[in-house]
T-cell receptor
Framework: DGGITQSPKYLFRKEGQNVTLSCEQNLNHDAMYWYRQDPGQGLRLIYYSQIVNDFQKGDIAEGYSVSREKKESFPLTVTSAQKNPTAFYLC?????????????FGPGTRLTVL | QKEVEQNSGPLSVPEGAIASLNCTYSDRGSQSFFWYRQYSGKSPELIMFIYSNGDKEDGRFTAQLNKASQYVSLLIRDSQPSDSATYLCAVRGGSSASKIIFGSGTRLSIRP
């Protein structure tokens, strides 16, 4: 099956702990994105990558880090510097950087800080 | 002013009626416009995309774009209870060509 997978589905973090959220796609898409969604709110862009070994900060990058070592993988690390990390995290991909390309979403990871 | 604005709702529509969802955007150079449906606790799924002025129909869904007014809408005909969800408007292009800007969504409720 082609698609975008995210793991884990649910994640619990203790104060001061770093955690890494996985995102993998087998759609051969060039661009990948990470969003955060808080209850009753829209999606806010954390980081995005248009090509392997390159990524850009989105609107709320502070306290997060990413890597893009392989085309199909774009993991997100939520560091202890992120003061309010409890949220629904969504990974997306699109075929290329062109302005008309649609983004497709993975199932999401729900992160809760204990 | 938000880049993409939607009425948060909830919008309540009787079953079988037409639901009309509206969205305005601020970047006049925007090129691509998308509507996503998001059920509670789930990820967004693409319903429609539109690039040119006018209407685009797909089954019960019609997207309408008016670039002069910076306005995009989604009509859902013969509304069903399964259409109850949050609908996200998204815009790409202009000064943010490499990323999509999302509105905060309109919550739609179809009452039997």
């Amino acid at each position: 099956d082609g698609g975008i997978t995210q793991s884990p589905k649910y994640l619990f973090r203790k104060e001061g702990q770093n955690v890494t959220l996985s995102c993998e796609q087998n759609l051969n898409h060039d661009a990948m994105y990470w969003y955060r969604q808080d209850p009753g709110q829209g999606l806010r862009l954390i980081y995005y990558s248009q090509i392997v070994n390159d990524f850009q900060k989105g609107d709320i990058a502070e306290g997060y880090s990413v890597s893009r070592e392989k085309k199909e993988s774009f993991p997100l690390t939520v560091t202890s510097a992120q003061k309010n990390p409890t949220a629904f995290y969504l990974c997306a991909s699109s075929p290329s950087r062109r302005g008309t390309d649609t983004q497709y979403f993975g199932p999401g990871t729900r992160l809760t800080v204990l | 002013q938000k880049e993409v604005e939607q009425n948060s709702g909830p919008l309540s529509v009787p079953e079988g009626a037409i639901a009309s969802l509206n969205c305005t955007y601020s970047d006049r150079g925007s090129q691509s416009f998308f509507w996503y449906r998001q059920y509670s606790g789930k990820s967004p799924e693409l319903i429609m995309f539109i690039y040119s002025n006018g209407d685009k129909e797909d089954g019960r869904f019609t997207a309408q774009l008016n670039k002069a007014s910076q306005y995009v809408s989604l009509l859902i005909r013969d509304s069903q209870p399964s259409d109850s969800a949050t609908y996200l408007c998204a815009v790409r292009g202009g000064s943010s060509a490499s990323k999509i800007i999302f509105g905060s969504g309109t919550r739609l409720s179809i009452r039997p």
